[in-house]
């Protein structure tokens, strides 16, 4: 049909002037609405498509690519504010690679998705500040570096517009501070350089932090503080008094504004942490006198920890022995040679990994399109399982890869399709947190297994290597598993996803199962348990206790105390599951209990004021820092539980978790969440955010050390989880238990009776969770 010009007017005051195909408009044409908006360009059998350009009476216009009627393609919007969009655009929103100028002549040139900033990108403030990195809806999330106009950097992780994880700071003046952040504060371990102190390798460390030899930032997502390789064993002791004194200007640790780019929002000066920059102490200034004459000599560097922005300890050192080589601070642990995967090492190491993960692609793939019914006897079992042969140049049925040939078997898919189903696990999330790009990463291994862990590039699961005989203990076990954690959703019980087998090109056999990572949380675990109630051997050598060593019994000097209702549910549940576990014989269990402490109130009382700083000390940061902005406050520390709001958290059920919102006494036994002042509103659920008042029992050689706990009682937030629960007492365990037991106390060992096992499992955590009087 051809088409013909012609002008039409319509009964609701709109005028439309151009081509038609018979009734519609079609080619070029100029539509006019009655409320003012004006339309100028290509359509196509009544739609507006192609390119054109459209005006509203606000001021606003955009011209570009439209399709169906959306802006849709490429094109440019200028707002009635003056701001420019330049980019793609997917049905009326940005969504793509573009560019804004804001009105405040801000930009963001970068990644968009659904209309935010998503991907990577670049930000720069008109006063100078800027970033580089990944973004998530509209908040710099991820792998980024922010520099600031007066010469600081970040380089780091970020989360929700705040310093969140590993990086390094530089300060304008030449200082470093390599540490980790959580949520905008300093939070764990790391190292100070003072300018002008012998620092590590720029180079090493650019490679480490992610900069390529032409300075391009590409952070790796497993990138860790080696703080082993910045201590000198020559350590210089703090008094309590220095370190509280140190502490004095906590209240200006930094914090980054979290309000959304749309609403022309944008960055303070950099965050000034006042104990992050130079001591403040006399010790420390008398300690490093003589900085300028001495640059590169001997000057002192500072290895502290800080608990959300505060100074809790803090060690001088030398940087005379900062470049001898020290073991890696959370490197794996050597395996023994009977290890089931000892052989492992290098490339055979990233071929075991690749090869994981294109079995657990195929299987999830496989099994998720059947129709979900429920699970028949015959689905458990060595025998039910899911067999294929991944040549490296691919099969009718296996894609090709970059690894060696290898034989994968599935074991009881149906039954661990139906766990995930349970666990309200999307088969999506799951394949893609194992399988994405981003990989797998090995961490060390807590136990004396032998065993390589395996951590997803999410931290929501771990995967673990197992002996055949765990792997036959599993499969023995599975029924009545699958049927416990069916009836009780808030078991603590480790969540299993999957448990699969490797076979090697030369015949050997690596076994994996698949787990929830108990420590999955957006809050740092600052310590970290391994509780089985057993005490011959149960401590850790204190040279060997690093920041995330998992410790044992004798370890733990808190004791624990929990809301009423709290306490209540979980030692209900504790022993429902230690009746499971002994009604299988299954010993050797452990409670893995992970602590994220608040910093102390009391820390508010004894700080010295920064405007109280004597006026000898001029050589302070404080007063080179006069008249820079300085950073929101420290928010108020405590824990407060409050009435449990669904719209108000995040309700998703994790790796770990996915058992009902806890009920508090505290609350008038409502159901509760957690709020952490000024950081975040938690859930509460059985073994997650779940709070308590950690009553630290001081010993008697503690007095003696380089440096002492400053306080007594902290609130802490409590995540676990029972783990290791594949041993049977079997009559391996037996002789073990019998000739143990000749030499120590049979119940100071940890093989004993499962009956007695449980028994003394469950006094030693009422012992650990006393009742509150």
């Not at 699961?461 to 954690?485: A, D, G, N, Q, W």
Request: glycine share 10%.
């Amino acid at each position: 049909m051809e088409t013909r010009l012609e002008e039409r007017e319509f009964s609701n005051g709109d005028v439309y002037s151009g081509q038609l195909r018979g009734t519609l408009p079609h080619g070029k044409g100029k539509y006019a609405w009655s409320d003012g908006i004006i339309y100028e360009g290509d359509w196509e059998e009544g739609k507006i498509s192609g390119k054109g350009k459209i005006t509203w009476l606000s001021g606003a216009k955009y011209e570009g690519d439209f399709s169906g009627g959306y802006l849709h393609g490429f094109g440019t919007m200028t707002s009635p504010d003056g701001s420019v969009y330049s980019g793609s655009w997917r049905m009326n929103v940005r969504h793509g690679l573009g560019r804004k100028e804001y009105c405040n002549s801000d930009s963001y040139d970068g990644s968009w998705r659904e209309g935010l900033q998503d991907g990577s990108g670049s930000y720069t403030w008109t006063n100078g500040n800027r970033f580089i990195g990944n973004w998530k809806k509209g908040k710099m999330s991820g792998r980024g570096v922010m520099s600031w106009g007066n010469g600081d950097l970040f380089n780091g992780f970020w989360l929700n517009g705040l310093r969140h994880g590993s990086g390094v700071y530089k300060y304008a003046d030449g200082g470093f501070y390599f540490g980790t952040w959580s949520r905008g504060l300093k939070d764990g371990t790391g190292v100070y350089y003072p300018a002008g102190s012998k620092h590590p390798s720029l180079k090493k460390w650019h490679r480490h932090f992610g900069y390529n030899d032409t300075g391009n930032f590409i952070l790796s997502h497993d990138s860790s503080i080696n703080l082993e390789e910045l201590r000198n064993s020559k350590a210089v002791s703090r008094t309590l008094s220095e370190i509280t004194t140190t502490s004095g200007l906590a209240r200006n640790s930094g914090r980054m504004s979290e309000r959304f780019l749309d609403e022309n929002w944008g960055t303070t000066d950099p965050p000034r942490d006042y104990m992050g920059h130079g001591p403040l102490s006399k010790s420390g200034r008398s300690a490093g006198s003589g900085e300028n004459e001495g640059r590169g000599k001997n000057p002192i560097v500072f290895e502290r920890e800080y608990m959300q922005g505060v100074l809790i300890k803090e060690r001088i050192m030398s940087s005379i022995d900062m470049s001898r080589k020290a073991r890696p601070l959370d490197g794996p642990k050597e395996v023994s040679i009977s290890a089931c995967v000892s052989f492992l090492g290098g490339k055979w190491n990233y071929y075991l990994m690749l090869n994981l993960q294109l079995g657990i692609r195929y299987t999830v793939g496989k099994i998720t399109p059947v129709p979900r019914r429920e699970v028949r006897a015959s689905d458990f079992g060595e025998r039910a399982r899911i067999t294929m042969f991944f040549p490296r140049n691919g099969s009718q049925y296996t894609p090709s890869h970059k690894s060696i040939d290898f034989d994968w078997k599935d074991y009881c898919p149906m039954v661990f399709r139906n766990l995930r189903e349970m666990f309200k696990l999307d088969a999506a999330d799951y394949m893609m947190s194992i399988c994405g790009d981003d990989g797998l990463r090995e961490i060390s291994s807590p136990g004396k297994s032998g065993s390589i862990f395996y951590l997803s590039h999410d931290d929501r699961f771990v995967i673990k290597t197992l002996k055949r005989s765990e792997l036959k203990v599993l499969l023995r076990m599975l029924p009545r598993y699958y049927e416990h954690v069916g009836e009780h959703e808030n078991t603590l019980i480790t969540k299993f996803f999957g448990v699969h087998r490797l076979k090697l090109k030369w015949g050997k056999k690596v076994r994996f199962v698949v787990m929830g990572n108990m420590f999955c949380t957006e809050l740092k675990i600052h310590r970290r348990y391994d509780l089985k109630g057993s005490t011959q051997g149960r401590f850790t050598e204190k040279n060997k206790i690093r920041e995330k060593t998992t410790m044992k019994d004798l370890d733990l000097a808190y004791e624990f105390h929990m809301d009423k209702l709290l306490r209540e549910a979980f030692f209900k549940q504790i022993l429902l599951d230690c009746s499971f576990l002994e009604s299988l014989q299954i010993i050797d269990y452990s409670l893995l209990l992970g602590l994220h402490f608040r910093a102390p109130d009391q820390l508010n009382d004894i700080l010295e004021p920064p405007n109280e700083i004597s006026d000898q000390e001029n050589d302070s940061v404080a007063s080179v820092e006069v008249g820079l902005p300085r950073e929101p406050s420290i928010p108020p520390k405590g824990l407060l539980l409050v009435t449990h709001e669904p719209n108000s958290v995040n309700t998703a059920p994790g790796p770990h978790i996915r058992g009902s919102t806890l009920r508090a006494f505290a609350a008038g036994e409502k159901e509760v969440d957690l709020i952490l002042p000024g950081t975040a509103r938690l859930r509460v659920q059985l073994g997650v955010n779940m709070p308590a008042q950690a009553h630290h029992k001081l010993r008697q050689d503690e007095e003696e050390s380089g440096t002492v706990e400053l306080f007594e009682v902290y609130d802490v937030v409590v995540y676990m989880g029972m783990i290791d629960i594949l041993q049977e007492y079997n009559m391996k365990k037996r002789m073990e238990h019998t000739c143990k037991s000749i030499q120590y106390d049979p119940m100071s060992i940890s093989a004993i009776e499962p009956t007695l096992y449980a028994k003394r499992f469950t006094d030693f955590l009422l012992k650990v969770f006393p009742e509150t009087a």
